[in-house]
């Protein structure tokens, strides 16, 4: 498990330096004619999608269940409690600071749980990356909160998407410095920043294939968010004919813990293959239920209303098709999952489990290879 060191040279800053040492030639330039001006049109024809790379040295994004190549993770610290310092007022009201949904941690257990997350990634090939976020990390309204969440930024085709959060005081600010530093470190471009009374927590939405992209209502998505997103994704699909769903989830919430349901979809459904989801049947409305149905997909219910409880079975990393990461002490969900053919990398995940964050939280993916389509 290595841990880039503070001073190194990001890849933005590897890719700017090969350029400067690049032998370049006149045919490098688009569309490029001897002794002919430049045909403006034919550059306004260039697709973002192939432009970017060249300006940030790489590509970026998850969308669909293709491989997984490239993630990163949070250095766990002390930082994840500063909101119950006594330095702060917010400690003298816990029951309100905990309704939020998280609670403390023991940061010991996390930062062993964290390392053998990262070891279980690179094992499976999975180039990762660590987010430091210094000693004393604020949001707009105190100090930040579960930084462990580095899924609060979106990468999808050509960037990221910066959320607006609509649950929790301590997380404005969480998906912003993540876009900053996805882009000084990673060189990932911001795309779009959710605006105006729109909310939207898109890192929580769901791709089903290339072509299908699950969106929700709930707590953390409201129709203006959505409205707003949509397009975006779209551009990013391509030439693909997306399908988007929207799930109702059934909570007003972050997290009901007397049944289990969440205002975020991970903690509600999940792909497994292009074919086949994991899902907890209470979490979401009657259409997706019958959506599902009509898909031909064959459906893994959690059956097991404690372990969804605790562990939230659902909340998941795919690594490819029929390959997923899932939390180890969801035993039920687990077998269940396994009997329908599909490959269970198992992770340990109980403290994170405790306080409310499983896989897919804990994950910022930022690249997928292309994947399959579900309706191509």
């Known amino acids: 498990m290595a841990i880039e060191q503070v001073g190194t040279a990001s890849q933005y800053e590897q890719h700017l330096e090969a350029l400067r040492e690049r032998d370049w030639k006149l045919d490098d330039v688009p569309f490029y004619e001897p002794g002919q001006p430049t045909d403006f049109a034919a550059l306004a024809r260039l697709d973002y999608q192939d432009i970017y790379p060249e300006v940030w040295g790489r590509r970026c994004g998850e969308n669909g269940i293709g491989r997984l190549r490239e993630a990163a993770i949070s250095v766990i610290t002390d930082a994840e409690m500063a909101a119950y310092d006594e330095r702060y007022p917010f400690h003298e009201d816990v029951p309100w600071l905990e309704s939020h949904g998280l609670q403390r941690a023991d940061i010991a257990k996390m930062q062993d749980e964290q390392a053998n997350y990262a070891a279980l990634l690179e094992d499976a090939g999975v180039k990762l990356h660590w987010i430091d976020w210094g000693e004393t990390p604020m949001s707009a309204f ?25 649950w929790h005081p301590f997380s404005f600010g969480r998906s912003e410095f993540m876009a ?35 969106t929700g209502i709930s707590a953390a998505y409201n129709a203006e968010g959505n409205r707003q997103l949509e397009p975006v994704v779209r551009r990013s699909a391509g030439d693909v004919d997306l399908e988007v769903h929207t799930i109702h ?47 031909g997909y064959k459906i893994v219910e959690v059956e097991d209303r404690e372990e969804q409880i605790r562990y939230t ?53 930022v690249l997928r290879d292309p994947g399959p389509l579900k309706n191509g």
Not at 189 to 195: C, N
Not at 251 to 261: E, I, L, M, P, Q
Not at 313 to 341: S, W
């Open 180 to 214: 900053r530093w996805a882009q000084h470190h990673l060189g990932v471009p911001i795309l779009y920043t959710i605006v105006g009374k729109g909310v939207q927590e898109p890192a929580t939405t769901m791709w089903f294939a290339d072509d299908v992209w699950v």
């Open 142 to 166: 105190g100090p930040m909160q579960a930084m462990w969440a580095p899924s609060d930024l979106w990468i999808i085709r050509g960037g990221s998407v910066i959320q607006k959060t609509g």
């Open 249 to 295: 989830l059934s909570t007003d919430r972050f997290v009901d813990r007397d049944s289990g349901c969440s205002a975020h979809l991970t903690n509600a459904i999940c792909p497994l293959d292009i074919d086949k989801v994991l899902v907890y049947p209470s979490a979401v409305d009657a259409d997706t239920h019958e959506w599902l149905r009509r898909k």
């Open 313 to 365: 079975p659902t909340n998941t990393i795919p690594l490819e098709p029929g390959v997923i990461f899932m939390v180890k002490e969801a035993k039920r969900a687990v077998a269940a999952v396994r009997k329908a053919g599909v490959e269970v990398i198992e992770v340990p995940n109980e403290e994170f489990s405790r306080i409310g964050g499983a896989l897919h939280c804990r994950t910022m993916r």
